[in-house]
């Protein structure tokens, strides 16, 4: 086991009627001024924005909105929202939505209190060493943005960068998450935000770090819970006990604590960000099209843990032939993609291999060159990837 600092401080407000606590935590956590962020319909149509409204109102907090955050959320919004930070002398960002308008809520917070452009961060070139405090109500379980200390933002100009990066100040200062707020999500937001919690969790659980059995159960149960839950949350999306754990293993996969003391992968977040970036599908159906077709690609660099996944993960009987085993486990996890109403190749996307050449050349970019730990991954291994994706 590698050795480790993890430091997690958001406040989880978990729970049945919890929306109407957020006046109050935000006064709690200093909140004057608020801004809140939202996206398109969903906490407007659902009556969650006047709930929270009102309740800052009960706690005399003053506010602006600033609505529009869209799926893979884009630069222009958080200009907009920095200089409405500016000009209204906002002191507290409030996210009410998902991973995309948390995401645009955390750029903003950053950018307020910095004198260039917000891009710089994105770019590595500066680092953030201010932000206003961030905090959510989640409407979806996926990204994990609500414990994370992470955003992911598109640059529309000059060809659409999407990019990550982080500051441990960017953690939200308190997150609510009601599972009731999820009843409305239609099944496929539900498919893809499963999906990519399941990403999360794998992304840490694939590592050449040796030790780390304590990670390794903890990264199985959370998948093995998601296996359980997934299908009631799509045939019954008004289960509470199925949503709320889906809603906490969303939280949990991504917090960081699923990678304490092991070296994490990351290439097929890597892979997929070209993918949303390009063609505007959402995160959590590229990854189930990427995460199968890069474990076939590297699989045998580690077959033991394949092995190791095939057998915790999916039940896969040990028959003592690693290689078969590995690639059992493998198409479990497809399969099980497929059950959701995932897509699981580019067809079932909408990418197609003749954009391959477009993806590489963004990524080569996005990635200076290079992906991922389990195997170092070079843009010719993206290549191939790619391709055995468009299969
Ligand atoms: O915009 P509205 O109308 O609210 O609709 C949203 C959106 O269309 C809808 N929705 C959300 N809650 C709903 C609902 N519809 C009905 N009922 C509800 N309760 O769902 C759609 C998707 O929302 P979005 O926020 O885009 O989803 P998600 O949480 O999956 O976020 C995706 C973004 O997060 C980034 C992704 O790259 C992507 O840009 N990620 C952020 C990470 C982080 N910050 O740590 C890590 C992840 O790996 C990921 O990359
Ligand atoms: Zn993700």
Not at 135 to 145: E, K, Q
Not at 241 to 268: F, K, L, P, Q, S
Request: charged fraction near 20%; glycine fraction near 10%.
């Amino acid at each position: 086991m590698n050795n480790f600092r993890f430091w997690s401080p958001t406040e989880f407000v978990f729970g049945k009627n919890t929306v109407g606590n957020v006046g109050q935590l935000v006064k709690q956590y200093g909140g004057t001024k608020v801004l809140i962020h939202y996206g398109g319909q969903s906490a407007v149509k659902s009556g969650l924005l006047a709930q929270v409204e009102s309740s800052l109102q009960n706690e005399f907090i003053e506010y602006v909105k600033l609505g529009g955050a869209q799926p893979n959320p884009v630069d222009t919004l958080v200009y907009e929202g920095i200089d409405l930070c500016r000009k209204e002398n906002v002191n507290f960002v409030l996210a009410v939505g998902g991973g995309s308008v948390i995401d645009s809520a955390k750029a903003i917070a950053a950018g307020a209190l910095y004198a260039g452009d917000f891009w710089n961060f994105f770019e590595g070139t500066v680092t953030i060493n201010r932000a206003l405090p961030v905090a959510t109500v989640l409407t979806i379980p996926a990204a994990g943005s609500e414990g994370s200390p992470n955003m992911v933002i598109t640059k529309t100009t000059a060809g659409k960068l999407k990019r990550g990066t982080g500051s441990p100040l960017l953690r939200p200062v308190f997150s609510i998450m009601d599972p009731v707020l999820t009843f409305t999500l239609p099944a496929n937001q539900t498919a893809y935000g499963i999906a990519d919690m399941m990403a999360h969790v794998m992304e840490r659980y694939f590592t050449q770090t040796r030790g780390v059995e304590v990670t390794d159960r903890m990264c199985e149960a959370v998948l093995l819970a998601v296996v359980k839950e997934a299908p009631v949350v799509i045939r019954e999306p008004e289960n509470y006990e199925a949503r709320a754990n889906i809603m906490w293993a969303g939280t949990v996969a991504h917090n960081g604590i699923c990678g304490v003391g092991r070296e994490e992968d990351w290439a097929t977040h890597g892979l997929e960000h070209e993918l949303s970036a390009l063609y505007g599908v959402a995160h959590g159906a590229g990854l189930a099209v990427m995460f199968p077709a890069w474990m076939k690609y590297v699989y045998t660099s580690g077959v033991d843990r394949f092995v190791q996944f095939a057998i915790r993960v999916w039940g896969i009987e040990d028959t003592g032939d690693k290689k078969e085993v590995a690639l059992k486990g493998i198409q479990a996890l497809k399969d099980f993609f497929s059950s959701l109403g995932l897509p699981v190749n580019f067809a079932q996307l909408g990418a197609k291999a003749a954009d391959i050449d477009q993806l590489i050349d963004t990524l080569k970019i996005n990635s200076r060159g290079s992906l991922g730990n389990f195997r170092k991954l070079d843009m010719k291994d993206a290549r191939a990837i790619y391709t055995i994706a468009a299969e």
